[in-house]
């Protein structure tokens, strides 16, 4: 039951990364990485999980803002959804970023969050938020796949005993970008692409992502290959803010001589990890971005797409996003 | 007529300490020694507690006691208990920790142990109803639904009920509440067009943005008690009876209410807690609640699955109106939403006949109270995009069908067909139509700019709106100062302050010189109608009237005896009474008001009439020798139900493709008699407005049938409208015709602006889709798309509690 109430823990907030590291490390599964807090309170003020150490990370140096780099931009894990979504350098190059971090939570959230905690962020799963015992919360069986489960929020692709999505609206933007995000622990740093960083039940049934217990997410890479793509992002959510997403559309797009000759595209909320849908990017390239061709990959987006009883809305819903992301970018 | 302050802004004085944060709400009290407590809440939707162990506790640092529901007064079932050892739904109290502070009362609800035996549960009341079906409680399954006095029974309808009813309409199978009037199914037969539709209307939470916290402590025998309710005075009785006290025992402190829309309307089991608390400990406890507990006993809103058929002749005059309702009810108690959506589709449509027939069901989800427009909003929600599919088959535009059976003179409510005391629909429906500029509006429907298409909506509301029988009291001081006592709690609509202004205008005093008293019974106020059901207006200017009328007579009769003549030679004003022949005989108000202690009797208070109610006996009692005393019950006649009437128009951009919705305009004008307060009906007709786009659109109970698990106990899962989901601009406007059975005029007006606003939107969604498409509310994103897609929505027809 949940109570609003934490529990007592121990507050730690160092200011380099070697200490943040070093603390995440000596405190293993005990261990709390806290970025903006908005996932990390909840969990606690609800009592459904627990850690003894919370390793807060909000004054370690170095690990905030956005720096123009070689071959592109580096976006500290501690940069707030904010200052992404007002930065000029994104907006100019990666608008699809700067516009899926704008249509994040609310203002004030926006505001205390960060692109760090957005990705690493854990589903939002009713039941599994609820506090029951279902397969990712260790337990055995999972509430939303029964026979009159409400999962009108749930997935369409790669259920595993586990049926929840990924709500970040940033993760398919990175996704789209080909973001790299760089992760230190004890054993040093290591740089993993956008699209492994988040893992569905099949890989670990109680992760979201590739980050483990000492592992640290310290910034996220974007490379200059996609820089002033036509790029769309559209979220799908029941209200205008405040809301996670039904569905979330992002795409990177070149045209040259009137036909695709560059894309990647990712949907947020279908699956438990960013969908990129390969086989539009397959479809579209080499082809007008038109109605004809955004129609031919809006059903090819949707296919082998495996409802739930309160969910099925969400084929139609990710073929018009795809049709759209293609036709009005 | 001309009055000096109605009719006019003024900035009430509670305004300054709410924009500048200095209010104090029930959370911000603090009190000597106070602890804080924590409830042990039921996970369970229904189960039997047993071998509770909460020894470990006790033995806690920090630990100051338990409180559980055998220390308690039980009300009568089906009335919901403070705390139980039978919870009705998940989130119901068990128990209650005190503690030196909340994170020590936590830790040592998670070291309690208990045995929870599962007992059956349903959120599906036609479940409950079909034969063999789980009951909600042990003791029955259905509810003869009345406020304060609900019974419980025990109603199956059989097998072939529900195998007559016929794809996806509502089986109707024998009711236990009905009415009706004249030969509806003759009339239906006669009908040039009968439309036979079910719908459901989903229960939701009220998400008051203060929860319902409550501190309470005792001194020298009283209980001083600080809580966040709609009403002050009428909450007292209330009070005394639910804690098993006198009156004069209780102190309690409702100075401002963080929202309450009915879910606050008079004092809730919950307060009881903290005051037993307090009481067993012997220090001041204070229980805050958190917005999850909000959610999970914070009260709801009731479900409706219905069915209506409706008769029209060929000019869209509605000739039979027979509607059957199911209410999801709650455990418990609960509010009588279906009378009031009954008698609110009769005042509606002023239909030639009419049936009523409707049955309470339990479920294992929220207990139900009144929700802004109980039951009456619902019917705008469902019977209004009706109207809408009834004009297009019969060719009428909408407005025209509307116009045709809006009450006007000699409307009628109810199965008594009781006359409304004025109404005027028709001028409402005429000046919404006007500022939103209808006939040019309604050329866009049907538009397409892109992916998006328009549509324009019309939507009605009717509610009762007032009330007689309750006292006003005012108190002219030798300072100079008119102090109006008032019991009107403070709900956010400033109506304490508005109808006071009646007796200001009475006394013709300057504002500047009324003091409001209210907010604490310490204050000595008057028995008033609680601040519910749209009456607050009607009901206490009619108080502060007579009050004020007394206040006047006895300044008259003190200036005769004084000053020679008698009292029919004396006028008021400039805050003296005069003589009318020679104004240079006068007294001062302070001087009048000094006399009248140096008379006494009934000048000062020290006598007061038989009539008024205890309270306001006690009031005049501890106000008696501190000024001239005015004090009377309403006693003025009341012929006929005073009503308020709204007419909405809307316009939407509903993109195709995403099943996204924007209102992007909205217009409405509000008969509520003569308009007191100009800025709060243009704020209440607005906000009244977005949430009735939350219910059209957004809100919603969702439970796991499995389990009976909630599915939103948090704002951003129970999704009230955001600014972004509601129009950036509204209009608003009021016919301001004043309703005769009110001295001033005045009549209420806080439940059918929410309504209006719902059916408009709704309609104007099926305007952009083409015609009629949901019996529904809301209507999701999700459930758009799908009609778009031509897919099956993914719920049944008739379900309840599903996403």
Known sequence: MSKDMMRAFELYQPDSVENAVELL????????????????????????KYAGSVVDLSGVEGLSGIRETADGVEIGAM???????????????????????????????????????????????????????????????????????????????????????????????????????????????????????????????????????????????????????????????????????????????????????RIRMAAGAVECVPRRLSVVEEIVTGSAPDEETAALAGQAAVRGATPFNYNHFKIPLLENLVKRAIRDS | ??????????????????????????????????????????????????????????????????????????PPPPVEPALTDEPLFVGQPILAVAAENETIASDALDAITYDLEPLPFTVDPLEALYPGGPSARQDGNAAVVNYGNTVVETRHWTAQDFAAAGDGQLPTGEPNMEWSYGDVDQALADAAL???????????????????????????????????????????????GMLGMEQEDIVFVSEYCGGGFGSKAVPFPSMAIPVNLSRKIGRPVMMRLTRHEEYYLGLARTGMQGRIRLGFNADGRVTAADLFLIQENGPHAGFPNLTGAAAGVSAMYQPESMRFRGVGVFTNTPPRMAQRGPGYNEMSAAIEPLIDKAARELDLDRLAIRMINAPGEGATVGPQRTPLTSAFLPEALTMAAEQFNWEERKALSGQRNGSKVTGVGVGLAYHPAGNNG?????????????????????????SHSATSRVAAEVLKCDWADCIIERGDSRRHLPHNQGQFGSNTSFTMSRTNYVAAMDAVAKLKEIAAMDLGGSPGDYDIGGHRVFARDDESKFLTYPDAA?????????????????DINPTTQMAVAGLAGTGLIGVARDNIELNGQPAAHVAGCAQVELDVETGL?????????????????????????????????????????????????????????????????????????????????????????????????LAAVLNAISDAMGGHVFNRTPVTTDMIVNALAGQEQSHGPLDVNTA
């Open chain 1, 79 to 261: 940069t707030t959804l904010t200052e992404i979504e007002a930065s000029p350098l994104i907006q100019e190059r990666y608008s699809v970023l700067a516009d899926s971090a704008r249509r994040v939570a609310s203002p004030q959230i926006r505001n205390t969050g960060t692109i760090g905690g957005n990705v690493a962020q854990d589903t939002r799963c009713w039941y599994y938020r609820y506090g029951v015992d279902c397969y990712r919360a260790g337990g055995n069986s999972c509430y939303a796949d029964t026979p009159q489960g409400q999962n009108r929020e749930h997935c369409l692709w790669g259920a595993d005993r586990c049926i929840a999505v990924t709500p970040s609206d940033t993760a398919p933007a990175l996704v789209v970008l080909d973001a790299r995000m760089a992760i230190v622990n004890a054993d040093g740093e290591r740089e993993v692409p956008a699209e492994e960083f988040f893992i569905g039940p099949e890989i670990d049934i109680e992760r979201m992502t590739v980050l483990e217990p000492g592992d640290l997410l310290t910034a996220i890479r974007i490379p200059n290959d996609w820089a002033g793509a036509q790029f769309y992002f559209e979220k799908v959510a029941d209200r205008n803010t405040w809301d996670f997403p039904l569905v979330n559309i992002a795409s990177a797009m070149f045209v040259e001589g009137g036909a695709v000759s």
């Open chain 2, 661 to 757: 919705v924007e209102v992007v305009d909205y217009a409405a004008a509000v008969d509520c008699g003569t308009v007191v307060h100009p800025m709060s009906l243009a704020t209440q007709t607005k906000g009244g407005a977005v949430m009735g786009i939350g219910m059209a659109r957004y809100e919603r109970h969702i439970y796991d049938r499995q389990n009976g698990l909630p599915g939103n106990i948090g704002f951003h899962q129970a999704k009230p409208p955001s600014y972004l989901d509601v129009p950036a601009e509204m209009q608003t406007g009021a016919v301001d015709m004043p309703d005769p059975e009110n001295p001033v005029g005045i009549k209420g007006m806080g439940e059918p602006v929410m309504g209006a606003g």
């Open chain 1, 25 to 48: 490390g000596r405190f293993g599964a005990d261990g709390w990485a806290m970025a903006g807090g908005n996932d990390t309170l909840d969990w606690f003020k609800d009592r459904v």
């Open chain 2, 194 to 240: 009968v439309l036979d539709e079910s719908f459901v209307t989903a229960g939701l939470a009220h998400h008051s943005m203060e929860p319902r916290t409550t501190m309470a402590y005792w001194e020298n025998g009283k209980c001083h008690l600080h809580g966040s309710v709609q009403s002050q005075s009428f909450s007292m009785p209330i009070l005394a």
């Open chain 2, 1 to 74: 007529m001309a009055y000096t302050l109605l009719g006019k802004d003024f900035t009430p004085p509670d305004v300054r300490a709410k924009v500048t944060g200095s209010a104090k709400y029930t959370e911000d009290f603090r009190a000597e020694g106070m602890a804080f407590c924590k409830l042990l809440l039921s996970p369970a939707p229904h189960a039997r507690v047993t071998n509770v162990d909460v020894s470990a506790v006790l033995e806690m640092e920090g630990v100051l006691g338990v409180l559980q529901a055998s220390e308690l007064r039980a």
């Open chain 2, 594 to 610: 000094a006399r009248a202690i140096e008379l006494g009797g009934k000048f000062s208070g020290e006598e007061a009439p038989e």
């Open chain 2, 470 to 494: 309750f006292d006003g009291l005012v108190r002219l001081t030798p300072e100079g100062k008119l102090h109006i006592h008032t019991g009107v709690g403070n709900l956010g609509t400033y």
